[in-house]
C-alpha cells in the first residue's frame, strides 16, 4: 500500500496569530479525523526547529555530518 505525507510548515519566527493560525489547524484536525474515519491515518507528529538539525550524507565512501538545516531559506521542510 502506498503511503504519503501531508507536511505542514510555517516560517521563521513566530507563529501567526491566533485568529490566522485556529482555522488552519481546525482544518488539518478535520483531515485527521477523515483519515482515521477511513482508517488511513499513520501518525502525525511535529520536528524541532531547523537550527537543530544535523545532515548526514555519504561522501566517497566517508560519512559527512553539517551542522544546521539542509537548505538556507525562509522555510524548512525536511527531516523525515
Do not use: C
Not at 474515519?37 to 555530518?65: I, Q, S
Amino acid at each position: 500500500m502506498k503511503q504519503y505525507m501531508l507536511s505542514i510548515y510555517q516560517p521563521d519566527g513566530d507563529p501567526p496569530p491566533s485568529e490566522v493560525l485556529e482555522p488552519i489547524m481546525r482544518d488539518i484536525e478535520s483531515v485527521n479525523a477523515e483519515m482515521k474515519a477511513a482508517g488511513v491515518w499513520v501518525f502525525t507528529g511535529g520536528v524541532h526547529p531547523p537550527d537543530t538539525a544535523t545532515v548526514v550524507r555519504a561522501v566517497d565512501g566517508e560519512v559527512l555530518v553539517t551542522d544546521g538545516p539542509f537548505a538556507e531559506g525562509k522555510e524548512h521542510v525536511g527531516g523525515f
